[in-house]
């Protein structure tokens, strides 16, 4: 089975939680984008929900899907955020945010009773860090901010490279908020803690791709069949 069937087996594993006049959180990222599918055949088959999308491809998507959408001002407490992860562990701590929503994600995943991931076996690791943790941060002051993530990297026991995301066409990638992605190259994170704390104390630094204590539940899909973690 292709890894594009397992993603969507696992969103519609996640589908079967929704009920009628929840209010939903919306991933972004491939797996996700399963979800808003199969979330869309259902609304249009009559299921009442609103739901909040984290980035503007997944506002778009679940628009043309006929989903009722709103913002977090309109509904600051969801039910349920249901989004993938570009790494989560057996303790259900993810690093997030190679699609560059990041921010959007968490204060999502922060709103809501429930997060439950899903996503396909490729994403399930023993450490973190394999994956380019993202950091977003201010165009302003760059270098001083990338020498202050640098330290704060090293402080929390880390090392590896720090680089700046760019665009397909060279110039920097720019988030929904406009402010520039730094992807740490670090091959594992084994204090995934006091790496988050730590770069909460860098001024310049919005957001960082470590979810912790955030998701309450994953579905990994695997080839021979689903596996599920934590409390769906």
């Not at 491939?30 to 088959?45: D, P, Y």
């Not at 709103?70 to 969801?78: K, S």
């Not at 303790?91 to 945010?97: D, F, H, P, R, T």
């Amino acid at each position: 089975m292709s890894a594009d069937s397992l993603k969507r087996e696992a969103a519609a594993r996640a589908l079967a939680l929704v009920e009628p006049g929840m209010r939903l959180g919306l991933g972004t990222g491939s797996t996700a984008k399963h979800f808003v599918a199969l979330l869309g055949e259902k609304v249009r088959g009559g299921l009442d929900v609103v739901a909040v999308p984290t980035s503007e491809a997944t506002r778009a998507q679940a628009r043309a899907e006929g989903i009722r959408l709103a913002t977090l001002d309109e509904y600051p407490e969801l039910d349920l955020t249901v989004d993938g992860a570009d790494e989560l562990d057996d303790a259900l701590n993810l690093v997030k945010g190679g699609g560059g929503a990041l921010l959007r994600e968490k204060i999502v995943a922060a709103a809501s009773r429930r997060m439950v991931v899903i996503a396909d076996a490729s994403k399930r690791v023993a450490v973190l860090g394999a994956f380019p943790l993202p950091i977003e941060v201010v165009p302003f002051g760059l270098g001083a901010t990338r020498r202050a993530v640098e330290r704060a990297i090293a402080a929390a026991g880390a090392s590896g490279t720090l680089g700046l995301r760019n665009a397909t066409d060279n110039t920097p990638y720019l988030t929904d908020g406009g402010h520039f992605v730094l992807d740490a190259r670090l091959g594992r994170i084994d204090a995934p803690d006091a790496l988050a704390a730590a770069l909460a104390t860098v001024p310049g630094v919005v957001e960082h791709g470590l979810f912790l204590g955030l998701a309450t539940g994953a579905v990994i899909a695997t080839e021979d069949g689903l596996v599920t973690l934590g409390d769906l």
